[in-house]
């Protein structure tokens, strides 16, 4: 499970702002155990469904090796 200041750090997190994860912390917070290089689907499911909990998107970025938070823009 992430450390208990990711879930304030999410939940506080102004629009448009990243919390960028390095791989190794995805897997070991997200999927322990599943292995990495690439990192495991089921950490990257496990990181997304993580993020709505905090109204969050998701998105991880293979070439960079690091998943990102964020919040959403609400529409306009």
């Known amino acids: 499970m992430p450390p208990e200041e990711l879930d304030k750090t999410l939940t506080a ?10 791989d190794d912390l995805m897997e070991d917070w ?15 499911k496990a990181a997304e469904a993580y993020g709505r ?8 970025y293979p070439e960079r090796m690091e998943g990102v938070f964020w919040k959403w823009v609400p529409a306009l």
């Open 13 to 22: 997190l102004p629009l448009r702002i990243g919390v960028y994860i390095p």
């Open 30 to 44: 997200f999927a322990p155990g599943t292995g990495m290089n690439p990192v495991s689907e089921a950490a990257l």
């Open 53 to 60: 909990r905090f109204e969050c998107e998701f998105k991880y």
